[in-house]
């Protein structure tokens, strides 16, 4: 402990000292090295067509973990989180723990039913998801499920039923990208087990599905087993801090697991992620006893970032509820401000409800470099068009001048 403050006290003058002197372009001594560090510095509060919160606040995490020499340590969560034996001696399971409890609260899922992990990125947590609820319904019903997720759906969904061999059936989605019930119905296999992903939103037009809608689809067809997936990987992020937060809740609209993203609301430096489920769908995965890891591994990875789950621990603790909420108020107010200024001026530009993602008729290439646009191409809307993410560094002052610059 001693040794551990003593090294804080001397970290923390050396950053005085940077601080002090302006030194924020630190040389490597790699020339290269620096000029990339320079180019992402400049770049970052212009990048608005992707789902990351650019104002991260883990300096003092990065502070604390060199003063400790947690640098020097080879940390890793291999093995259940929940898992009552010990694992790997290195590991920050406990923190991970008490994040995964924190996260399961915000949806509905009680503190003794909650189970999960931090994972890799949204993807490794839809990944999850997916690979538990087919191993779920494949041991309930000894079939493999029929795998129904919407075109408008992130790619990954489609991509991993493609690794897992899963039959796809890709449902229509409406104009603004909500996967249509009545296409679901028309879709089903009422032979076969079910597994559905539903959008919390979509990647593009920023769709949230419908999940009683669909759920009633379900209901009318009770010899169906179902598992319902939330890909949540903004959308999860923001909503629980907004007046809309009922619309995310797990015991309100029935579903069996969600994935969300670290680095899109929650702050985190990179990708990194969450699943949630609960410990009946845990409990009825396929046994793989392994003897030299502390319990039963029925996750796809073996090893997980211990610091990622540290990194969400203490933005917990150092950002936290209230700060999200105001940040969630203040991105909705600002994607409103954005869709007001580009009607202002005629652009045409579209908006789904809770949504922050503004989707609009492309600028020139130009524009797209210089703000990191994110394109797509849809006739229904003219053609090429271009999103922004409005997060939290997306400012006012920022949207004025990127629409001074697309009236240019
Ligand atoms: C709806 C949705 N799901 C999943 C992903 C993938 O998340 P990640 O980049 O964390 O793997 C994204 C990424 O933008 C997304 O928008």
Redesign the pocket.
């Known amino acids: 402990m001693k040794k551990n403050y003593v090294s804080m006290m001397g970290c923390g003058l050396l950053l005085i000292a940077m601080t002090a002197c302006g030194n924020k372009a630190a040389q490597s001594g790699y020339p290269e090295l620096d000029q990339w560090a320079q180019h992402v510095n400049d770049v970052k509060v212009r990048t608005i067509g ?2 990351c919160n650019m104002n991260i606040e883990l300096e003092r995490f990065y502070q604390w973990y060199t003063a400790n020499e947690l640098e020097k340590i080879m940390l890793n969560n291999v093995g259940d989180p929940f898992s009552e034996s010990d694992g790997f001696s290195t590991n920050s399971c406990k923190f991970e723990r008490e994040v995964i409890e924190w996260f399961g609260a915000l949806y509905g899922f009680d503190k003794s039913e909650v189970w999960g992990i931090v994972t890799n ?4 947590g ?1 990944s999850n998801g997916m690979y538990f609820g087919t191993n779920y319904l494949k041991n309930k019903t000894g079939k493999l499920p029929v795998f129904y997720v919407s075109d408008e ?2 790619y ?1 969904n489609a991509r991993l039923a493609d690794v897992m061999h899963l039959e796809l059936r890709l449902i229509k989605s409406d104009r603004m990208g909500r996967m249509i019930p009545e296409e679901l119905e028309k879709n089903l296999d009422t032979k076969r087990p079910a597994l559905v992903v539903y ?5 593009f037009r920023g769709a949230i599905d419908n999940i009683d809608s669909l759920n009633a689809v379900f209901a009318r067809h009770p010899e169906v087993e179902v598992y319902r997936h939330v ?1 949540g ?2 959308f999860a992020g923001y909503l629980p801090f907004t007046q809309y937060r009922e619309l995310i809740d797990k015991n309100k609209h029935n579903y069996q697991s969600m ?1 969300i ?1 670290g ?2 609301f929650f702050g985190m430096d990179e ?1 990194a ?1 969450v699943l949630i489920t609960s410990k009946d769908v845990y409990a009825a995965q396929s046994q793989f006893k392994i003897a030299y890891l502390n319990e039963d591994m029925k996750m796809i990875s073996c090893s997980r970032s211990a610091t990622d789950a540290l990194k969400f621990w203490w933005l917990i603790k150092n950002v936290g509820e209230e700060r999200w909420c105001q940040d969630a108020t203040l991105m909705l107010e600002n994607t409103q401000y954005l869709k007001a200024k580009l009607d202002e001026i005629g652009w045409p530009a579209w908006v789904n409800e809770y949504s922050n993602t503004v989707f609009f008729r492309r600028p020139s290439d130009e524009m797209v470099k210089k703000y990191s646009l994110a394109n797509n191409y849809d006739e229904q809307f003219g053609g090429a068009i271009s999103h922004i993410v409005v997060m939290q560094h997306v400012t006012k002052e920022l949207i004025d001048q990127f629409v001074r610059d697309i009236q240019q």
């Open positions: 992707y789902p990125s949204g993807t490794d839809n759906a992130h990954s959008a919390f939103g979509s990647t890909d990987a903004l994935a993203s680095h899109k990708p992620g």
